[in-house]
């Protein structure tokens, strides 16, 4: 067992390795997407592929828990040297798209493996039917770029040149896959290095009872944590604007079930499988990383002192069922599991912002929209591709504290690029990039504003695509008397007689002098808008980030000449109607369509879907949607009769079949 | 320049002295240029009558070391008022003027966050708020056509300032870095209309491109101008009052120097002169000592600073942090963690120990110090264990009283159920850990083996802890400089004239383009000379030319040092970039399609280069028998520092104590003291 009292030492040295790994990775990298965007992690495992220790500064947030047992298990007889690798989601549900390529390697000590060292970069493509792999219309994972199942890249030091040639045949920029991949690999062997150094301090037995002691303290912490949340289901659903090229709404339920120290998440009543790549490929593991990404923030949020690794998975129970987005059955495409990604955090927030509402902000905007453009420079008449701008907005209201603008929460990791570099290096001009006015939610504390970037093109044809697009009809929620926010959306050509609104569209093709404007969603305000103090709201509206109007509207606050009136203000509150006994507030645009789509339409929707064989429930809930007329569990009903006499060969769902029996 | 001043008395002495101010004390260190004579001194800050100080330290240097204040032909200055004035938000208040739809550009800043796994997570606020940001209808293209602002709206944007009790305006536009034509006629219509309103534009500051990096360092600019220049104005009348011929000289972020009235409207260049001039008095030190790759470690009372010295030369970054503002001028990297002397140690409720991040600070103190505090810190620790607590401490100006430091620390072993020593060690275990994972990040990203490095401990608390870490680092040497507690005072002393220069070029590295870079080379080597020519140089001249270089697509360049006729050589430019991004990425791509983001240029008047004789080789002075906790108590030799000759040779376990600093040296090791009283410690493996 190792010493508690010193187990500090223990984590720092982990953590410094994992650093160590994180910026050999970033210096030595050759893409963007790893030197820029740093879409990438690396960790430490311990003997049985759990990760115990992760970088806190470089890199993505998703993969603290991440365990990479059942790939390590994929592949035989590991030897001093060896790197394995894959980036196929459907085995050992390490890589959750085929654009992320894992890699990992054993540490031995005296002829045994005691830890492995690990990673991922996101490669800029890797094949398929699209430039980068990802598109929201593909609807297969053949489709997504050329997948490795789990087996040995490096053999005793070697790089296996047929797969690398296998890779260069099928990609489309070879150069940079393999740079990243060879970075990484210079990556594991650094941390490999400091894991025989750390061997040579603690010992070998005091390494690996060290690294248990690890786990166990942060699994400890995140027990801690549970037993101060009180016990309850928490039950919260949230949407994807659209679930595919059919575009009606994606939605995720969860049922939070917090008992004692421990706690279930139970995805039921979420979408069946979509016929895009919005499908999120967890495997099936109760305790899968990519499901778990929220609960990171929570626990992180509620002690900042946790320790990050799969320890403080171990009390979470996640059920997803098979044939559900949470939990595609191959071939389903997973591309863009990233947009559903965000939604799935906002779920989880939502479950646990009931459980603990004094320590939890409302809603972040959610959508962590990527533009990019392609067109051509008319000076050097080459074909420029770029991205231009993370379109991200604010976080949500605090308990203490209005959100933060422009981003934050869980979009904090995004960096932008400068206008003047991007103005110089592509033919496009920016009319604006800054907050939105009156997009943060109302509240006590307002929610964080959001991004607005407005941008001129010049040359014909020049393609637009804006990824993660979404929370353009689902707004970011406010909680305990705290409104919902903006809504994000895309527009080209604002406050001219061309104006063409672009709704979820994550595409737009632009023509010379066309404008293009994207805003994100802002995040959700918490607590009573009545209660902020009239000066704050004076304040914002001297910022800009406020309207006056909104001032009268949201806060009953009036201004005269800029400075509060008193005594309006005063009559003005008065008069404002009492806030909504609800906790949550979702906008008029929800609530419309929860009052057709309700709890029990959806429940009687998730038993008829989830008694059909996988391959029809997308197509059944397309074409129940199309038939939807009223509200409620039986016009959903009426809607699958309808269904059912239109398509005799839609087998009957088991529960019908049983009955009919 | 020296031997112009006036007041010098060639026949006399000639003396040259560098003062820093710390938290609690100034710090002298002057050099008689003549003798090689180095004195050096502590005196208390005064808070409540800044300069005062000045006069004691000038008063005590005379008593004690005969220094005649009109022999003084040098006298450089390292203050903290700039950067108290960011961090105690107590700066000017501002305008600024930039184009209209990008007002918020400042408040986004690069987007990224730290500390982003929390929700929490949020953006410092910024120094100009929005509602002092006013947007001009203008514009700058990339190309650099431009629309300029209608009559009338510059006029209306200084008449709203003014309302709103601006002091200074700050004038950022898009693409000033190509041409500050734009930035320039604005300037001239406020100050025009408002001569009473200071203005600085963002393409007079640093002309970088980025808007984000060149707005926010001409904020900080503006944001200290009004107190620093204050201060210097005060300063430089001190001086003459106390009858130093020399004109002052400020110690700068880039490790260099300039004279006092430079830094009243350059400030930006002053605000990480303290942190700066602590690794060149350490490089100085170093390349005395025959060291040329080091690790320096300055340990205060709430943080450890380090930095890393390459081959002799002090390492520099553009994206140093001053307060929670990043600084985007080039100056001395160095890296910072909150783990100091007066960090505190606490135990979670699972029953670990953690030290930090909260500090005693000076004020309560370590519970030893006997000023209120009563919580066990880190140097607590290193008392219960017997290391601190035998001598006299910080010039005869703190008691030392380790019972109190047992009481502390007792607490927590209660807590903890373990012996009180036993729990010291641990606290000094997890402090140090602490800070090798920073050191474990900067070699990192550095891509050195700090094997091949030795660690120069300084400051009050590096040579406590600097062994313990070293032998964490698994660093085979260590390095103990003879006067510690002074190294950044040294530092300005031995200091270069340094100025930096920028052009942004951002074009594509072809034969078509080296015309324009030369170009660009004269006007910054124009530039260059008349900077050094107005700090009142007239010696040589070293003008060092580099290029901000990246393959295209990266969206961050590297510095490459370029030799100015290889302007004309596009092979040779092409080669040295390659070599340059080889070296720090492991990696290069010869077909890749090489930008020129900047072209960048260092001006340098050489400073005083003192070579001091080595001294005679003398047997060791005596020691004494102290008490140490290493594993169990032993008896461990306690050697005064003056009475540690050159030669002198001994083994760890030891301790060294001298007035500034305790230098503890754990068993091990050996111990040899050289030709400049460097104290060089030795790892046995």
Redesign the interface.
Known sequence: MFDKMTLQVLANHARAAAENMAHTLHRTAHSAFVKETQDFTVMLMDRTGDTFAVPMELGATWYPGLTYGRAIDMVDDYRPGDVAFTNDPYSGHVATHAPDTHLWKPVFADDEIVAWTGGHIHNTDMGGAVPASLSRSLTEIHQEGLRFPPMKLVREGVFDEQIMQIMSTNVRKPALNIGDIKALVGALNTGERKVHAMIERFGKQGFVSGVAALKAQAEAQARAILSEIPDGDYVFADYADEDSDEANPCRLKLTLKIRGDEAILDFTGSDPQLASSLNVPSGGDPRHTILLVGVYYVLYTLNPRILLNTGLTQPFTCIAPEGTVLNPVAPAAVGMRSLTCARLRSVIFGAFVQAVPDRMPAAPAGNNCIVNVMTRDERSQRTVIAAVNPVVGGGGGMPHRDGTNGSGADAAYLKNTPIEITETEVPVEFVKYGLARDTGGAGRWRGGLATEMAFRVFTPDSRITARNRDRSFFRPWGTDGGRAAGLADMVVNPGTPDERRMGSKDTAILQPGDVLEVRSAGGGGRGNPAEREPWRVARDVARGYVSAEAAERDYGVILKDGAVDEAATKAARAAMPAPSEAFFHYGPEREGYEARWTDEAYDRLTEILAGLPIHWRFFTKTEIFRRLDGTGAAAVEAAFEATCARFPELPRPQAFAEAAE | MDGQLPGRDPQGEDWKIGVDIGGTFMDFCALEANSGRIASLKVLTTPDDPGAELRTGLDLLAEREGLDAAAVSRFVHGTTVGINTIIQRKGARLAMFTNA?????I??A??????????????PDPLV???MIFGLPMRM??DGRRSDAPEGAVAKAVAQARAAGAEGVIVSL??A?RDPAQEIAVREEIEALAPDLFVFTSSEVWPV?????RSSTAILNGYVHPRVAGYLEALEARLTAQGVPARAMLTKSNGGVMTAGEGRRDCVSMLLSGTASGVIGAAWLARQAGEGRLLTLDIGGTSADFALIIDGEVQFGSDELVGEFPLHIPSVSVSSIGIGGGSIASV????????GPESAGSVPGPACYGRGGTRATVTDAMAVCGWLGHSEMAYGQLDMNVDRAREAVGDLAAQ?G?GVEE?AQ?IL??A???M??EV??L???A?VDLRDFALMPFGGGGPMLGAFLAR?L?MPRVVAPRRPGVVSALGGLVADLKGDFIRTV?ADLDAARLPVLREHFKALADEGRDWLSAQGHDGAIELRLSGDMRYA????EIEVALEPEWLSDLDRLTDAFHETHRR????H?AEGRIEVVNLRLSAVGAGPKPDLAELARVEAGDSREVQVHIGGWRPVPLYPRAALAAGAVFDGPAIVAQEDTTFAIPAGTSARVDGHLNIHLQFED
């Open positions: 739809g990008f007002e918020d550009v408040e986004l690069r987007l990224r966050m730290p500390d982003m796994y929390s929700l929490f997570c949020h953006r708020p929005r509602d293209r990339a898009l693409h870095w491109i980025r808007e984000y990096e979670d409720e699972h029953g670990v120990l953690r030290v903890l373990r729990t641990a275990d997890i140090i850990s602490e090798f994972v474990e990040k070699s990192s990203r891509g964490e698994g951002f697509g990266q969206s961050y720090i990425y492991d990696f791509d």
